[in-house]
């Protein structure tokens, strides 16, 4: 009966729902390896996650709801295996000439999804091509040249030593992509088979290099409700939920909304969930306001009830790197600090997506700054106009999440101060710290190079962090599925 009225409540919130489920992707992916590990019934698989893919396009992608795609379309001449080493993927071969010199072998079976075989040459223009006009090509400023030694074989001189060069070639802004009069094809297990306001759907590529056992066709939705997004899953509408937090996981299971033998399903993602401050009104650009607000905030409180888990400790993820000096320390203001500062005598605005989760962190913050005679406002928007508000930095504050990559420590460093915090000053201020970090040999080593470069962007407080947490997916318990390549 129970499971009855809450299909009955499904229909209900979707009929009522003033915004479309639109399209979007998530980063499952299926094992192309080990037939066991897929359920082959599984002909069509729909996934459903909070915010929609912006761009197709690997060198265009800044956020991790577009990056979820890399993994069905793309490929890279490197990845990672299961034990963390990095192994070759287009590529047959490869050596260090020298310290500054990279050659590799490709494969030789391997196409792109409009049919053409990759070459030496096509590889060389998807490189250059993110070289121009990626929008983290400052992170490859160190190649110096790409050189075709013939038609399966590349040359990469770098203008010095990089130890993190082949890390760096597996990230998703140099996935092998070939451009054909504006349409981008790529190598991947699956191609785009066609994407409307409502869905986008991947239809699986039969020209793959590996055998892929997944099913032929993924649709992708999106849904900022997470209630929502629950009561797809609910009502068999998805067989995969993306971004929910274990507390409203265990919610939804005592509810019945979700099965308690659920498979939940941790990934290569680490969420940041931050109070970040923008330049609307300009009132956060003087460092003292910030301070101010990071000094009367009880972080623990703000997130009570929300999370099973204690707000962060340390700057960036505690498992990104061992943090030492970047390690998070409570400041009160003094009495007459706090009565001294204007923003007191001020309203202030709270930007948030309109999602259940940002919304209650919003309420609290707002709670706890009206109780020292703040005014605040909580303005919701719905995700387009919400992240138009993020790229323009036309916010006060703003209740944000911050996505970290477990295993590319430099694009992460990039990627906050590039495009989440948007400061390029910070960023060209780090680049001599990010030379000295490539230049290490050993991991302790970069740890502290590492967390040096953390602690001089948290003294300036950018933004406060309130949580860190690992992305979970909830999927059919009858649903095998493999996550990371």
Same mark, same amino acid.
């Given at each position: 009966?129970?499971?009855?009225?809450?299909? $009955?409540?499904?229909?209900?919130?979707? $009929?009522?729902?003033?915004?479309?489920?639109?399209?979007?992707?998530?980063?499952?992916?299926?094992?192309?390896?080990?037939?066991?590990?897929?359920?082959?019934?599984?002909?069509?698989?729909?996934?459903?996650?909070?915010?929609?893919?912006?761009?197709?396009?690997?060198? %265009?992608?800044?956020?991790?709801?577009?990056?979820?795609?890399?993994?069905?379309?793309?490929?890279?001449?490197?990845? +990672?295996?299961?034990?963390?080493?990095? #192994?070759?993927?287009?590529?047959?071969?490869?050596?260090?000439?020298?310290?500054?010199?990279?050659?590799?072998?490709?494969?030789?079976?391997?196409?792109?999804?409009?049919?053409?075989?990759?070459?030496? *040459?096509?590889?060389?223009?998807?490189?250059?091509?993110?070289? *121009?006009?990626?929008?983290?090509?400052?992170?490859?400023?160190?190649?110096?040249?790409?050189?075709? #030694?013939?038609?399966?074989?590349?040359?990469?001189?770098?203008?010095?030593?990089?130890?993190?060069?082949?890390?760096?070639?597996? +990230?998703?802004?140099?996935?092998?992509?070939?451009?054909?009069?504006?349409?981008?094809?790529?190598? !991947?297990?699956?191609?785009?088979?066609?994407?409307?306001?409502?869905?986008?759907?991947?239809?699986?590529?039969?020209?793959?290099?590996?055998?892929?056992?997944?099913?032929?066709?993924?649709?992708?939705?999106?849904?900022?409700?997470?209630?929502?997004?629950? %009561?797809?899953?609910?009502?068999?509408?998805?067989?995969?939920?993306?971004?929910?937090?274990?507390?409203?996981?265990?919610?939804?299971?005592?509810?019945?909304?979700?099965?308690?033998?659920?498979?939940?399903?941790?990934?290569?993602?680490?969420?940041?969930?931050?109070?970040?401050?923008?330049?609307?009104?300009? $009132?956060?650009?003087?460092?003292?306001?910030?301070?101010?607000?990071? !000094?009367?905030?009880?972080?623990?409180?703000?997130?009570?009830?929300?999370?099973?888990?204690?707000?962060?400790?340390?700057?960036?993820?505690?498992?990104?790197?061992?943090?030492?000096?970047?390690?998070?320390?409570?400041?009160?203001?003094?009495?007459?600090?706090?009565?001294?500062?204007?923003?007191?005598?001020?309203?202030?605005?709270?930007?948030? %997506?309109?999602?259940?989760?940002?919304?209650? #962190?919003?309420?609290?913050?707002?709670?706890?700054?009206?109780? =020292? !005679? #703040?005014?605040?406002?909580?303005?919701? +928007?719905?995700?387009?106009?919400?992240?138009?508000?993020?790229?323009?930095?036309?916010?006060?504050?703003?209740?944000?999440?911050?996505?970290?990559?477990?295993?590319?420590?430099? +694009?992460?460093?990039?990627?906050?101060?590039?495009?989440? =915090?948007?400061?390029?000053?910070?960023?060209?201020?780090?680049?001599?710290? %990010?030379?000295?970090?490539?230049?290490?040999?050993?991991?302790?080593?970069?740890?502290?190079?590492?967390?040096?470069?953390?602690?001089?962007?948290?003294?300036?407080?950018?933004?406060?962090?309130?949580?860190?947490?690992?992305?979970?997916?909830?999927?059919?318990? *009858?649903?095998?599925?493999?996550?990371?390549?």
């Amino acid at each position: 009966m129970k499971r009855y009225l809450c299909l $009955i409540l499904f229909t209900l919130t979707m $009929i009522l729902s003033f915004g479309e489920v639109e399209a979007s992707l998530e980063e499952t992916l299926f094992n192309e390896y080990n037939e066991d590990n897929v359920n082959n019934s599984y002909a069509e698989v729909k996934i459903v996650q909070a915010i929609k893919v912006a761009t197709v396009d690997p060198i %265009l992608m800044k956020d991790q709801y577009s990056i979820r795609v890399v993994d069905y379309l793309y490929d890279t001449l490197f990845n +990672y295996d299961e034990k963390g080493e990095i #192994i070759p993927n287009l590529v047959e071969s490869w050596s260090w000439k020298d310290d500054r010199v990279l050659e590799f072998k490709l494969r030789k079976d391997i196409y792109f999804q409009n049919g053409d075989k990759m070459l030496a *040459e096509d590889v060389k223009k998807s490189l250059e091509r993110m070289l *121009e006009s990626s929008i983290f090509k400052s992170f490859f400023s160190d190649i110096q040249n790409i050189k075709i #030694i013939d038609m399966n074989t590349i040359e990469i001189k770098l203008k010095r030593k990089n130890n993190l060069f082949l890390s760096m070639l597996t +990230y998703h802004m140099c996935s092998i992509t070939k451009d054909d009069n504006g349409t981008i094809y790529g190598t !991947g297990a699956y191609e785009l088979d066609k994407i409307t306001s409502k869905e986008l759907v991947l239809s699986k590529n039969n020209k793959y290099f590996k055998r892929n056992t997944g099913p032929t066709k993924i649709v992708i939705l999106s849904e900022v409700s997470d209630r929502k997004r629950a %009561l797809m899953y609910f009502g068999e509408v998805v067989d995969i939920v993306w971004d929910l937090s274990l507390k409203q996981i265990e919610e939804f299971q005592k509810e019945g909304i979700i099965n308690k033998n659920a498979k939940l399903r941790k990934t290569k993602e680490l969420d940041t969930i931050t109070i970040i401050f923008g330049q609307k009104n300009r $009132i956060f650009t003087d460092k003292k306001n910030r301070k101010f607000i990071e !000094g009367v905030i009880n972080r623990e409180k703000i997130l009570e009830n929300i999370f099973n888990q204690k707000s962060a400790t340390s700057f960036f993820p505690e498992s990104l790197f061992k943090a030492k000096l970047s390690i998070l320390e409570k400041e009160k203001l003094s009495n007459k600090v706090s009565n001294e500062r204007s923003i007191k005598n001020r309203k202030i605005e709270i930007t948030v %997506l309109n999602d259940d989760i940002s919304i209650k #962190i919003a309420n609290n913050l707002k709670e706890q700054l009206e109780l =020292i !005679g #703040i005014s605040v406002e909580i303005v919701p +928007y719905q995700h387009e106009a919400y992240l138009m508000k993020i790229e323009n930095q036309d916010y006060e504050i703003a209740i944000y999440s911050i996505i970290f990559d477990k295993k590319h420590s430099i +694009y992460n460093l990039g990627k906050v101060m590039v495009h989440d =915090i948007k400061n390029r000053d910070m960023y060209n201020a780090s680049l001599p710290f %990010l030379e000295v970090l490539k230049g290490e040999e050993k991991n302790e080593n970069r740890d502290k190079v590492y967390d040096k470069i953390v602690f001089l962007i948290s003294k300036n407080i950018p933004y406060i962090p309130l949580i860190h947490r690992e992305k979970i997916a909830v999927e059919n318990e *009858e649903l095998k599925i493999y996550y990371e390549k």
